[in-house]
Structures are given as structure tokens and as C-alpha cells.
């Protein structure tokens, strides 16, 4: 699986925001509306994006990091939804060369591509958009993959996977009432040591001028 070897040392963008060479985001809360696999199956025909999220994203691409995007899904209806939504947005790839696949417990991916075009335009190849069932099976795919930087809002994936010294970035997501969502962590609260950005916006993007 490309990028499946170490990543590296992160390197300092001209923005003066560090850059990293291997990205993978997690899309449930971070760039797809849907907070759970459970929502995201009850979506229409296309899951919905956050449009400033998908911008983010496409910035990280076009700065020559390895994007790779993530989503925890119940079904293959589901999994058709995102890949319906990422292209529809620009940020996912239209090239597709046969199948992918992604390793790791419960994994798969959307198809492969090559990257060059589709990098210029900030958009993430097929095959690096992934997909698994299970939380286990998220936190093996991400594992694997050795990813200099992890980013997700669901604090029991982040918790798990500082255990083996992951850096990660919690996008503290905040449900109705404006507390943080903090899915499936008995605090609430990110895992010690882990970067924090109350969106994918804040920490990708260059603050205006």
C-alpha cells in the first residue's frame, strides 16, 4: 500500500506551519458531517462534506504531503456514499486503474489511480481513500500505514493509538449544545500529548492576513 514505509521527519511549509509527508484523516466528524458509521448510513444518496474541511484537505495535498483519507463504514452502500461526496467535492481522485487494497483488519480500498494530475489538483488518488468496520480494525489500518500524522475527533481511536506513541491531532468537534463530542472516551477530553484544532480549517489552512 503506498506510503505503508515510515514517513519520516515533518518539514516547516513556507506558511511557516510545520508540513508533514504522510497524512491520514479519519473523515467521520472531521471532514464528512456524519459523526458515526451509524449516521453516515442514514445519509441520502451523497454523504455530506464540510466544504472548508475539503479545502483544508486539497491544501495538504497540493503541499506534497501524502494524503490518505480514512471512513469507518457499516456497508458498502455507505462506502459508496463518501466515495460519491469526495468526488463530487474535488478532493478525490476520478483516475481509477484497477483495484486497490489496503491491509489491515477489516480494510479495503476504493480503487487505484495515478497520482500526478490528480496531486496538482489537490485531489487524493482512489486508492488512498480506505475504508474499514471496526474500530480494531481502524486503529490496525492506521498502525500500518505509519502515517506521521493522524488526525481524528473520536477520542478512544486517538487514546489507542497514542499508546504506541502515534502523533495525532484531535479536531475537537462539539455536538448541539457546544460541548466536545468526545466519542467514546469515558472523559471526553484528548489523549495526553496529542495536538488539538477545533477543525481540519484551522490547523491545515494559513491564518488570514
Sequence with gaps: MDGSRGAGPSRRGATGRRAHRCVLVSTLGTLLEAGSPEELAR?????????????ALKACARSGASL????????????????AALEACGLLGLSSQGAGAASGAGGSAAGGGEVGEDAAAGAVPRHRALFC??????????????ADLYVDC??????????????????ERCDGR??????GSPSGKAPAGSLRAPSLEAYFLPPPR
Design 133 to 146: 468496520s471496526t474500530l480494531p480494525g481502524k486503529v490496525a489500518m492506521a498502525r500500518q500505514l505509519e
Design 178 to 183: 457546544g460541548a466536545p463530542a468526545g466519542a
Design 68 to 83: 490518505f483519507l480514512m471512513t469507518q463504514c457499516l456497508d458498502e452502500a455507505s462506502e459508496a456514499r463518501v466515495v
Design 43 to 55: 445519509q441520502g444518496a451523497k454523504a455530506a462534506v464540510r466544504a472548508g474541511a475539503a479545502e
Design 154 to 171: 473520536d477520542v478512544a481511536t486517538l487514546e489507542e493509538l497514542r499508546r504506541f506513541n502515534v502523533k495525532v491531532l484531535c479536531i
